[in-house]
């Protein structure tokens, strides 16, 4: 790619295995039900790969000419093309890499505005935008508007056109809601956004490996990932897909294993969102978790998941005193279910269900403290929420049925 240094154009020799294929894994004890924090189980292939590849080739690449830190680079260099390709952008190198969302999230805030910018979001956001908008505008260098939501999980793209201003300099918009599931109408704010010479940028952490996310279709300027929930890696890697040309500035400097001499960071992608040494574990992860996607099927995996959170709703719906929070329609949504017993708070009905039936879900605010307020369950100490993954069985989701069930009638 035009700009970098020819490091990669060595890396050509490997004998790094790809990962094995199937919709296998060693299955945990008990019901886990909490994929939307993190997906758990991760599929048996990426176990393997990332085990055999940190034994043979925990090395740290771009940083050496010999022949295993060039074979790690090309995982590395791998990672970033399926990646680029998996979220339809055109130039790998603008793939770089972080700890994960929060972190790719603080890099594009800080990156992008400057003192005295208007910057809009939303009341969908998780805590990893709004904590980050929240200080610089305490510290007065940023104005923030929030758009609402409809209360069933929805922005209205015509809301943030109205909220344009002549200094709007970033629009930040969370995909996928980590407490409805609702997916958000990206690519009309994206496109609102492109008319209007602003830089849209988009949290896919509960969307991509959920959802297609297709940065050219949604008008994505900057997206941020983070590598442990549907994309199938482990955690502390995430990453940034920054549009080729969009205005970002690096965050933090150091060490690049290239232009050693240079005192300033270099401005060339991937350098200049990445110093220092690179979760490549982390990276095998991801380059494994991408492989067993491809092979699964981005679509067959949703509708198997959306299938049982179907199941779940309408077994929950059905139950007296349980109170679900989503839209009927799953054609606009991930696989995850926030729901209340009335007479209980989320927390007991999180805490029973763990003790009393082995089934683990995530209870409370989830990080996205001002969509509980639009929903009126701020006070009530949030919900419990049911998130399903790839290796949930209707099995699960029955046995989830019956101990709410249970859990509700102890009320009555
Ligand atoms: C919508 C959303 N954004 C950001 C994050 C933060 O992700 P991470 O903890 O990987 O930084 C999460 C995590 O739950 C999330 O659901």
């Known amino acids: 790619m035009a700009g970098v240094p020819p490091r990669d154009d060595n890396a050509h020799r490997s004998d790094i295995q790809e990962p094995c ?35 043979k080739h925990g090395i740290n690449p771009g940083r050496s000419g010999y022949d295993a830190a060039l074979e790690t680079e090309e995982v590395v260099s791998g990672t970033r093309r399926k990646l680029t390709e998996f979220f339809n952008g055109t130039d790998h190198d603008h793939l770089t890499f972080s700890y994960n969302a929060s972190d790719s999230l603080n890099q594009i805030i800080t990156g992008v505005v400057r003192r005295g910018d208007h910057v809009i979001t939303s009341t969908v956001e998780h805590n990893s935008v709004l904590r980050p908008l929240f200080h610089l505008e305490q510290d007065g260098v940023i104005e923030v508007t929030r758009v609402p939501n409809d209360g069933a999980g929805y922005v209205d793209p015509d809301d943030f056109k109205k909220a344009f201003r002549k200094n709007t300099r970033l629009v930040i918009l969370n995909h996928a809601s980590n407490v409805f599931g609702t997916v958000q109408p990206v690519g009309e704010v ?59 500035r690096s965050s933090r400097q150091g060490g690049t294993g290239v232009r050693s001499a240079q005192r300033t960071h270099l ?27 491809a092979e ?17 709703r309408d ?92 859990i509700a009638a102890m009320r009555r």
């Open 21 to 55: 294929n199937g919709r296998v894994t060693d299955m945990p004890d008990g019901i886990y039900l909490d994929n939307a924090a993190t997906t758990f189980p991760k599929p048996k292939s990426v176990y393997d790969f990332m085990n055999d590849f940190y034994r």
């Open 296 to 312: 699964e099927g981005l679509e067959n995996i949703h509708h198997r998941e959306m299938d049982l959170w179907v199941r779940l």
């Open 267 to 293: 401005e060339e992608f991937p350098f200049r969102l990445e110093c220092g040494t690179l979760n490549v574990m982390g990276v095998a992860g991801l380059f494994a978790g991408q492989k067993w996607i």
């Open 190 to 248: 994206g496109a609102l956004c492109r008319q209007a010479g602003i830089t849209f940028s988009v949290d896919v952490s509960q969307s991509a490996g959920a959802v297609p996310v297709d940065v050219q279709a949604m008008n994505i300027d900057l997206l941020a990932f983070t590598g442990h929930k549907s994309l199938m890696g482990p955690t502390g890697i995430g990453g940034i897909y920054t549009w080729p040309g969009t205005e970002i």
């Open 315 to 406: 077994g929950l719906r059905a139950i007296e005193g349980v109170i679900t929070y989503c839209d009927d329609d799953p054609a606009r949504h991930t696989a995850v279910l926030s729901t209340n017993v009335e007479g209980w708070e989320a927390g007991d009905v999180g805490t029973l269900l763990d003790v009393d039936y082995n089934i683990q879900t995530r209870t409370g605010l989830q990080c996205a403290p001002l969509v509980h307020e639009t929903i009126g369950t701020a006070e009530g100490k949030g919900t419990v929420r049911f998130s399903i993954g790839a290796f949930n069985t209707p099995d699960h989701i029955e046995q989830a049925i019956a101990a709410m069930t249970e």
